[in-house]
């Protein structure tokens, strides 16, 4: 690792491909080629991204309009140290990891350190944050701790997704695509106006597909999508000051979680040998399968699941001349149900149903004003969210020996049919209350100050396992349960200052802190178990460049950062003293992730952008002890941390050229590629993701904006890798990425 004060050394080449729209202004002499501006909210109100003194990447409606963008994981290749895995065992769930920090934890009672946003409102779980790339404005990506304005669990940075209001007259979109793998995906907008105060937005959406993955056991395809969405949209102007945007939305998810595969290297042969199933020797009861591989998977079943999610969004602009009063209410419900195979094999010996229901209220309130040379932001935020959670294993309990479980009246074996419940509920509250200032010095240098005074308190609610026979009735009651609670609060402030050289060349410095609460992991299999981590908090020193060339033909942005964390959190799989697994939250004492990031895009023709960006990220512990956990090093310093690639780099290119009566062909070639990492924490090579890089591309014919004919190829040279999970001694499994695909989308706009 690089010394703490040391600067990053620079990087010599450019990295991952986008595209940036074409603009052509005009002047008395001639017209004039230039980069467009692009407009974000990275400071809660809306700005030139060449001014915000924050490291911020914007993904426009033109980029999301390629066909090869089919959601958000695909962004991922836009933005500099972003990764974006789907979490293994949950539907459309996203393991997001910026500048190093990460989360890849299914359990509600570990908070997220990544922030995701759609359209202002703060989604406090990570499932489901797969979200699907259509009718979107842009989306917007801020590196580094957000806190001051975004506030909870925004340590690492956040992605802000914002889709597009209602218009005031009739028009819309009907889209349908075709693919491989049985993809069929059917998607419609229509904009209706009321009167000339308001209109109303309908969007509806059904995603489907076969999967990827030819299960050898049961002969079908798996990690199929199905997919239903539809909601509507309200935006109305009441009088000259008050507008009101409501939105309200049901998403219905039957997807597969997941095309899993087989990664034991060992299969049952004789299963119900429980002296064997327990013996040291335990490899000695498996045979070697060759069942799966990236096109191949032995499960005995899909991981299936059934999720509904209800979304709520009132949004209200007060106009007071020199301020504006903005208030945004956000709540989710929830429901979440599934079957996941847990053996990872063609035999019938471990699976687990998972149940549960989980709801958020936010509420934000916020102004944005001027007092002299100084713009004002400040706030009130208030946060709740609670969940209930019930997991029940199926068939392990009949191969195994009453040992180290506890006895029951049927001697030697659990009964066929023993199944085994825990759960658990939790609650989360927040407030908080936030202000920002900007002050202009002179016309050059402005200085940037903000703070963020947070109160999180959170209570937890789990159970012991307890056993239950096929019928329902109890063999172990057990399932005690104890309440426990704890409360935390923490101001993070933030100073900066920007420099602007010229209209085309600025300069920022600057100092934050980001702060994400504690709490109990409540996966466990005994409330002896109950552990509760701390607080971690992080200390970021930043500096970027962001500047214009060549007649605003060429833009360059660049920033080097160091993050200096404390009692980093870390989830790990551990196994009890009773033989079973469960998951511990433990706090690193330090740790520090420290980089360069750098972004370019250029016009270098009437029709031809290129574009490239990319990251270098060193990123490590720096004392992390840890003592009396089997199976877990009693310093853990040394190990690779997870989801941290050093390099990420690609290319891009777009060309626009006119054919006839107003309309165009496009041409989209995007290179990304990342490096190395490991996925698992004590660095089992089972979690060591290769390098990769994946090609898109798209041909797009557009017909007087009207029609719009789109072919496109998805890692189109068929690069394979996997995300893995160890969970020992019982299973090892993961998911392997799409293949080469094809196919085309139809658009029509009215």
């Known amino acids: 690792m690089l010394e703490k004060t040391a600067l990053v050394p620079a990087l010599t080449c450019f990295f991952i491909g986008v595209t940036t729209p074409i603009t052509t202004y005009a002047n008395d002499d001639a017209p004039t080629l230039a980069l467009e501006e692009v407009i974000v909210t990275a400071r809660k109100r809306a700005e030139s991204m060449q001014l915000v003194p924050v490291a911020v990447s914007a993904i426009t409606a033109a980029e999301l309009a390629q066909s090869s963008i089919r959601n958000l994981q695909d962004i991922q290749g836009f933005v500099p140290n972003l990764l974006i895995d789907r979490v293994p065992g949950l539907q459309s769930g996203a393991a997001i990891a910026i500048r190093g920090v990460s989360y890849q934890e299914i359990d509600k009672s570990l908070d997220p350190g990544i922030g995701v946003l759609l359209d202002g409102v703060y989604l406090g779980t990570n499932s489901g944050q797969i979200l699907e790339n259509f009718d979107l404005e842009r989306i917007e990506v801020l590196r580094g701790p957000q806190g001051t304005l975004f506030g909870k669990n925004t340590i690492g940075g956040a992605l802000s997704i914002i889709r597009t209001a209602p218009t005031k007259e009739f028009g819309g979109k009907v889209q349908g695509t075709l693919g491989e793998n049985g993809r069929q995906d059917i998607r419609g ?11 109303v937005k309908l969007f509806a959406s059904k995603l489907e597909s076969d999967g990827y993955i030819k299960n050898t056991t049961y002969n079908k395809d798996q990690g199929g999508q199905n997919l239903a969405d539809y909601g509507v949209t309200l935006a109305y102007q009441f009088t000259d000051e008050l507008d009101v945007l409501f939105t309200a939305e049901r998403t219905r998810d039957k997807s597969e979680v997941g095309a899993w595969a087989d990664f034991n290297k060992f299969e049952f042969s004789v299963p119900q040998d429980a002296a064997c199933l327990l ?7 498996f045979l070697f399968d060759t069942g799966s591989d990236e096109d191949h998977s032995s499960t005995n079943a899909p991981n299936s699941a059934d999720t509904t999610n209800d979304f709520f969004n009132l949004k209200m602009n007060y106009d007071l001349s020199d301020w504006m009063i903005t ?8 429901d979440e149900n599934s079957r996941q195979e847990y053996d990872a094999n063609s035999l019938e010996f471990l699976y687990v149903n998972v149940d549960e229901s989980y709801s958020q209220f936010s509420q934000e309130l916020r102004t944005t004003g001027n007092i002299g040379d100084v713009v004002m932001t400040a706030g009130l935020y208030y946060w709740h969210s609670e969940y209930d959670a019930a997991q029940t294993s199926y068939d392990l309990w009949q191969y195994l020996p009453t040992g180290p479980f506890p006895t029951n009246s049927f001697g030697g074996t659990w009964p066929v049919g023993t199944r085994a419940i825990i759960k658990q509920r939790g609650e989360n509250t927040s407030y908080a209350a936030f202000a920002s200032a900007d002050w202009s010095l002179t016309d050059k240098l402005t200085l940037n100050l903000a703070a963020r005074y947070t109160y999180d308190e959170r209570s937890l609610e789990p159970s012991s396992s307890q056993f239950e026979s096929e019928d329902g009735s109890p063999l172990v009651p057990g399932g005690e349960t104890v309440k426990v609670d704890a409360d935390w609060d923490q101001v993070s402030p ?3 200052a920007q420099y602007d050289f010229t209209d085309d060349l600025m300069a920022y410095v600057s100092y934050s802190e980001g702060f994400k609460g504690g709490g109990f992991f409540g996966r466990i299999t005994s409330v002896d178990n109950v552990r509760q981590y701390n607080p971690e908090t992080v200390e970021t020193y930043e500096a970027g460049v962001k500047s214009d060339w060549w007649n605003q033909r060429l833009r360059i942005n660049a920033a080097v950062f160091t993050s200096e964390y404390k009692d980093k959190q870390e989830d790990i799989i551990v196994t009890d003293p009773s033989g079973l697994v469960d998951t511990v939250v433990l706090n ?14 250029a016009l270098l023709a009437d029709g031809l952008t290129l574009v490239a960006q990319g990251g270098y990220l060193d990123a490590g512990y720096d004392n992390f002890q840890i003592a009396g956990i089997p199976g877990v090093p009693d310093d853990a310093s040394k190990l690779k941390m997870r ?15 006119p054919v006839f009566d ?20 004590n660095n089992d090579p089972l979690g060591d993701v290769d390098a990769v890089g994946l090609w898109n591309a798209n041909i797009d014919f557009r017909l007087r904006d009207m029609l719009t004919v789109s072919v496109y190829g998805r890692n189109i040279s068929d690069e394979r890798y996997y995300r893995a999970v160890l969970i020992p001694p019982l299973a090892s499994f993961g998911q392997w990425n799409e293949p080469r695909n094809y196919g085309v989308t139809l658009t029509y706009a009215f």
Request: charge should be negative; aromatic fraction near 14%; proline fraction near 4%.
């Open 189 to 199: 907008l229509f904009n209706l106006p009321l009167t000339d105060k308001g209109g």
């Open 279 to 285: 013996s040291p020797d335990f490899g000695g009861c």
């Open 327 to 334: 208030s945004i209410t956000g709540y989710i419900d929830r």
């Open 494 to 496: 933030r100073i900066g």
């Open 588 to 601: 690193a004492s330090s740790a520090t992730m420290q980089g360069l990031e750098l972004e370019m895009t």
């Open 643 to 657: 989801n941290t690639p050093e390099f990420t780099f690609g290319a891009g290119v777009r060309y626009v050229q």
């Open 662 to 681: 107003d309309s165009e062909m496009s041409y989209n070639v995007n290179y990304a590629w990342r490096d190395s990492y490991v996925t698992i924490f």
